[in-house]
């Protein structure tokens, strides 16, 4: 089963730091553009960032735009999302996801094997 897992959520306070994994279970990444996303409670689904399969190329949504860097280790099998002076408004459950192309990476349903997520507070 293709599968993605999701770590590295936690509970920081207002300008704090986290950084968030998404590992691959039963294939690799290298092939893949690799898509954050995040839910907060009561809210739709996100598109936070995207990088393609080189990580040659990246993405940002406007709100997390020089504050958030996504980045990838295509030999480790993972890719990473930096999140730098974290405000309330990025609580949300974080998850990855994969497809074949960024563009247009808002539109989430297009893209999967999506992990269980995890879950990021910011809150002091």
């Known amino acids: 089963q293709l599968q993605l897992v999701e770590s590295g959520g936690g509970t920081v306070q207002p300008g704090g730091s986290l950084r968030l994994s998404c590992a691959a279970s039963?294939?690799?990444?290298?092939?893949?553009?690799i898509g954050w996303f995040r839910q907060a409670p009561g809210k739709e689904r996100e598109g936070v960032s995207c990088i393609s399969s080189s990580g040659g190329s990246t993405t940002y949504t406007n709100s997390v735009k020089g504050r958030f860097t996504i980045s990838r280790d295509n030999a480790k099998n993972t890719v990473y999302l930096q999140m730098n002076n974290l405000k309330p408004e990025d609580t949300a459950i974080y998850y990855c996801?994969?497809?074949?192309?960024?563009?247009?990476?808002?539109?989430?349903?297009?893209?999967?094997?999506w992990g269980q997520g995890t879950q990021v507070a910011v809150s002091s």
């Open positions: 039963g294939f690799t990444l290298d092939h893949y553009a």
């Open positions: 996801a994969t497809d074949r192309y960024c563009a247009g990476y808002a539109r989430f349903a297009r893209f999967g094997s």
